[in-house]
């Protein structure tokens, strides 16, 4: 089965003009993003373009504005561990084309590399790996009493919805992407709402995702069948951000970001309602992608101040619903392990890999060949396990002393 992560429902339409980043590429690469259509999409673009691009995608001239998250006023030290030897690492990181690498375990940064000309200071976007901190925020939400329970159906909240599909489907149904209503997420269909949705033109005075989304049949009883949906994840956005009365971005940077110690600016692009596109495109250094691990590991308990309902993870980052992928499954927005690990993954290698049984997180920005296909997604799990079983081995060491 092909695993989804794409970039969801996002055209990256690409004026390109002045600017001091623009202006600091080298001639060719500068001439690789000029050359670009200006209705292009991701998919299509260079490796070379993309290697630009990817760090770039909030300061770039490009029709998706982006909201700015500011760093914690009390950023999260991230002490330095053990050094932790991983044999193949240089090969495995130029096979992956990796631009950022951060393994933390037991709170200790145990390895942090960069390639690709990128470093620590850097933005790197981020695809669907903003699903994760989307669902999250609905706990937040949850939290802060703005959403009584996962069971309420989502028309309840967002009155647009009223009439269509969406009347039998509950909030918890979009988390785990078991609505039942009909969706195409086939990014070789031109046809395919994940192609047709960001153009289409919205009812008068009616949020753009959920004009589009009303109109949609339904397929099967909610609740019974998994199917990857990114418009759901934008349309769960649009919820959080009526029911909270902030944006996205806001509400990500008092609830988690500060809170959780970030220590550098991100930045969200924004859809053409205005809202940020819940399924995508939190621009972020790796650092922080690995400090959103261990925020997850604590439970999301800050300083003893709870951001989410005490039992949010044990539901969230637990398999939900079959994928039809042994060993596999789907939380609320994650990607799920039988062993107890979870991620958030999206398109070209990005990824926060987070095994609580180990108290590892594997933070990873990169820029694979293809988008999911190709050799690198089972080589990064095969490194997933390696570091994990190179883990098991230094303890075994130390039980033994």
Known sequence: MRTRTILGGVLILLVIGAGGWY???????RGLIAALPTNSEVLSWSQRTRDAAFRAMDRMPILAK???????????????????????????????????????????????????DFDAEGRWTSFSVAKSFTST????????????????????????????????????????????????????????????????QPEPGMDATVSYMRRLPRAHPPGE?????????????????????????????????????????????????????????IQAS????????????????????AIVPANWFDEAIQKQKDI???????????????SGAVAAQGIFGQGIFIDPARRLVIATH???????LGPEPAAREAFYAQVQALLDAEAAVTTAE
């Open 23 to 29: 202006a600091s590429l080298d001639k060719e690469t």
């Open 137 to 200: 925020l609905v706990g937040a939400a949850i939290q802060d009493g703005y959403i009584r329970s996962l069971e309420d159906q989502v028309s309840d909240y967002l009155p647009g919805l009223q009439g269509s599909a969406y009347d039998e489907v509950s909030i918890r149904q979009l988390l785990t992407m078991s609505s039942g209503v009909q969706w195409n997420e086939d990014y070789e269909d031109p046809n395919s709402d994940v192609a047709q949705f960001n153009n289409a």
């Open 286 to 305: 790796t650092r922080d992608f690995a400090r959103f691990g261990l925020f997850v590991l604590a439970n999301g308990q800050v300083g003893g101040r």
């Open 366 to 372: 990169s820029n694979w060949t293809r988008a999911n």
């Open 324 to 338: 039809g992928s042994p060993g596999r499954g789907y939380g609320f927005q994650w990607w799920t392990y039988d």
């Open 225 to 281: 069948v998994w199917h990857y949906n990114t418009g759901e994840t934008n349309l769960i956005g649009v919820l959080v951000s009526t029911v909270t009365g902030r944006s996205l971005a806001e509400y990500l940077e008092e609830r988690i970001w500060h809170p959780a110690g970030m220590a550098s600016q991100a930045t969200w692009l924004q859809g053409q309602s205005g809202h940020e596109i819940a399924g995508c495109c």
């Open 66 to 116: 982006a909201a700015v998250i500011t760093p914690s006023p009390t950023p999260l030290e991230l002490p330095i561990g053990a050094p932790l030897a991983v044999p193949g690492l240089d090969d495995y990181m130029a096979s992956q084309r990796t631009a950022g690498l951060v393994i933390i375990q037991d709170g200790q940064v145990r390895v942090e590399r960069y390639g690709l």
